[in-house]
């Protein structure tokens, strides 16, 4: 078979699999996989934040693995189909149709397993329906003002005029962001580095956001102690990523709470947080990062995960985030502040 395919006893530990899926997870050597389970094999991050240290399956982020819910699944009645997405720990993700199928030999179960790929088929549909929502309400606001002009004094003309040319600036910025993507996914995007100023680059972030419908209702402050430092990165892409973390913690607020953004700079390091009040259901957390995965609808879960992809994979950064019912939830991202880097601009 030209997919990967592997094989698990009763442990859900892998006996078997063929060269595609040896080639998949980087294994040379196939007696290094035999007797790991799934996850093991696969290297993904839930086995390594398992606590406690029991492997795949024993971590609370596997509580919603659909891979080994298919395998159990399949184990119990015989077959099981579903999609699974896995965050790897060498920094990538994979998202699979996942196949698993019992069959009984000399008196033991076995579960065959097989993978589809299709990271490339949502990544574009996702993509694509998140990009073609957010430009959609922006060009129904250039529409709705441009309407009305006709019925108003010139000072009242000159209000709409403006709110026009700002709507025009962000579906111009959202087409970029669109093309970033496509670029960060498919590894020809190169940064172009520039010094910044922290602080006023935050504070230009929470200008746009403030236009954005989702600060609607809500209040969106920047900490009064904030620091301020240069900082050599990537104007558009750093954008990106504040711009998406500030706009989610605005979605995830209720009416009438505050979201504080702030940044700091320690031992060469320049560090943006967002905070906001609300806390992140445990079955969330663990998928916050996925590829894919939001609580907002389908076409819409590319949000953190491009935030991380852009700050981990092209700004040289980190990206974390805290949930607790006492203090809410705060995104915290840190990059060095003069990386280096070969294509740096002034």
Not at 143 to 172: H, R
């Amino acid at each position: 078979m030209n997919v990967p395919v592997f094989v698990l006893n009763r442990y859900r530990q892998v006996v078997h699999a063929n060269e595609p899926f040896y080639a998949l997870i980087g294994v040379d050597d196939p007696q290094s996989v035999q007797g790991l389970r799934q996850g093991e094999a696969f290297g993904c991050i839930g086995v390594q934040l398992a606590k406690p240290t029991g492997g795949c399956g024993t971590g609370s982020a596997c509580r919603t693995c659909e891979a080994i819910r298919a395998v159990l699944n399949a184990q119990a009645h015989g077959k099981d189909e579903r999609q699974c997405a896995f965050r790897l720990t060498r920094g990538n993700a994979m998202n699979a149709q996942f196949r698993a199928t019992r069959v009984d030999i000399g008196g033991e179960i076995f579960v065959i397993c097989a993978l589809v790929d299709i990271r490339d088929s949502l990544w574009q549909r996702d993509v694509q329906t998140s990009f073609l929502h957010d430009i959609l309400n922006i060009a129904g606001a250039i529409q709705t003002s441009s309407e009305a002009l006709p019925q108003f004094n010139g000072a009242q003309q000159k209000d709409y005029i403006n709110l026009i040319q700002s709507a025009c600036d962000t579906l111009v910025n959202e087409i970029k962001s669109y093309r970033i993507m496509l670029q960060a996914e498919d590894g020809s995007l190169q940064p172009e580095v520039h010094t910044v100023r922290s602080l006023g680059f935050l504070q230009s972030m929470v200008q746009i956001v403030n236009g954005h419908r989702a600060g609607q209702d809500r209040s969106l402050v920047i900490a009064p102690d904030s620091e301020d430092a240069n900082l050599d990165t990537d104007r558009g892409l750093l954008s990106r990523v504040l711009v998406n973390l500030i706009k989610n913690a605005l979605e995830a607020s209720d009416p009438g709470m505050t979201v504080t953004a702030r940044t700091d700079v320690k031992d060469g390091w320049v560090t943006f947080s967002v905070h906001n009040m609300t806390v992140i259901p445990e079955q969330v957390a663990h998928r916050i990062f996925a590829r894919f995965f939001s609580t907002k609808g389908s076409g819409r879960g590319i949000g953190t995960y491009s935030a991380r992809l852009l700050t981990e994979q092209y700004l040289g950064g980190s990206i974390a985030f805290t949930t607790e019912p006492d203090a809410g939830t705060t995104f915290t991202v840190s990059y060095p502040a003069r990386p280096a880097a070969a294509n740096r601009s002034v």
